[in-house]
């Protein structure tokens, strides 16, 4: 960690660097085991996964159209090491801060997986489960200390799925180049409720919020509505960024709790019946088994049953005829 670091004992780089000034930042790394092992190194740049929390596994999402500086052009470092038993090595690794003045910070993660012994596979009822093991450590980069605030905006909002789990999603962009920590979401899709007090979201990123709609769990013998065609409203409030003296205050777990930001956001949605089906069709947690109709059962039986009165008023009204018949020809005969 350099003098030009930003914060003390924050487990990441945060470095303070003027434009087209040049760093190498050095990882030490120890092979503590008894054979070689090879490390692969990447650079990723950071990303809100759909859970809700900061990512930065290399190309994982698309970086968001906010992004203007991709911190991964910016920064070289070996792809390959390898590391001989009860050994030791340094990493380097060269940052560059663009050209231009920048406002806010740019961020990503160095990123260090074991090639050769990393993948470990267990088979459990016939599934194969595949380990992989990574450090990952954060690198920030800024011109200078001004604060710049996040900005939170709602696009499109509609039903989805997550996990085989029907859900609405939300999709939530902080076009800001700056962190959004902190984040306590509650979010009411006409019946269905959201509420997040856990989340952050990286600068000049977006993702979608799942809010559930289905058992998200353990069903434990209950099934999932199914989800119906129509018109729906979704309401979402966001607080940001926790601090004693923000403006502005809600309850967490029935704490008074201040923040510097809030958002509030309305947008009304349609799920069709096609959409709705088909994402039905696909929930696990949805009974499939068809519903008995009683009422038209009951149509039935009583359409049978009128049938049945018909046929046998026309029996007895014939076997009548046949027998005004049978005494009219004896009449003739006497």
Do not use: C
């Not at 920048?102 to 267990?122: L, M, P, Y």
């Not at 510097?260 to 088909?278: E, N, P, R």
């Not at 009583?302 to 049945?308: D, K, R």
């Amino acid at each position: 960690i350099g003098e030009n670091q930003v914060g003390q004992n924050l487990g990441y780089f945060n470095l303070l660097l003027k434009p087209k000034q040049t760093q190498n930042v050095e990882f030490t790394l120890n092979n503590n085991s008894n054979q070689t092992i090879k490390v692969k190194t990447t650079f990723g740049t950071a990303f809100t996964s759909q859970s809700g929390n900061v990512g930065y596994t290399p190309d994982l999402v698309e970086p968001d159209p906010s992004l203007k500086i991709n911190l991964k052009d910016y920064v070289k470092l070996p792809q390959t090491l390898t590391i001989k038993p009860k050994s030791t090595t340094t990493v380097t690794a060269r940052v560059t801060m663009p050209d231009e003045n920048i406002k806010g910070v740019i961020a990503g993660g160095f990123n260090f997986e074991d090639a050769s012994t990393s993948e470990s596979t267990q088979k459990s009822s016939g599934v194969s489960i595949t380990n992989r093991y990574r450090y990952v450590i954060g690198l920030v980069l800024q011109n200078d200390t001004v604060k710049v605030d996040p900005t939170l905006n709602l696009g499109k909002v509609g039903p989805d799925q997550v996990n085989g789990r029907n859900v609405i999603t939300a999709n939530l962009t902080n076009s800001a180049p700056a962190y959004l920590m902190q984040m306590n979401t509650d979010a009411v899709v006409t019946k269905y409720t959201y509420n997040n007090v856990a989340m952050e979201m990286a600068p000049n990123s977006n993702f979608n919020l799942a809010i559930p709609v289905s058992i998200p769990g353990a069903l434990n013998g209950k099934t999932s509505e199914p989800l119906k065609p129509g018109k729906y409203h979704l309401k979402m409030t966001v607080y940001g960024g926790k601090d004693d003296k923000g403006k502005y205050q809600t309850m967490v777990n029935d704490q008074v709790t201040k923040y510097d930001y809030k958002w509030v956001f309305d947008k009304d949605f349609v799920i069709t019946g096609a959409k709705a089906s088909s994402l039905n069709a696909k929930d696990a947690t949805i009974n499939h088994k068809p519903k008995i109709d009683w009422l038209l059962i009951v149509g039935f039986a009583a359409i049978i049953l009128l049938l049945l009165i018909i046929i046998f008023l026309l029996f007895k009204r014939r076997k009548k005829d046949e027998e005004e018949n049978e005494e009219s020809v004896e009449n003739k005969k006497d």
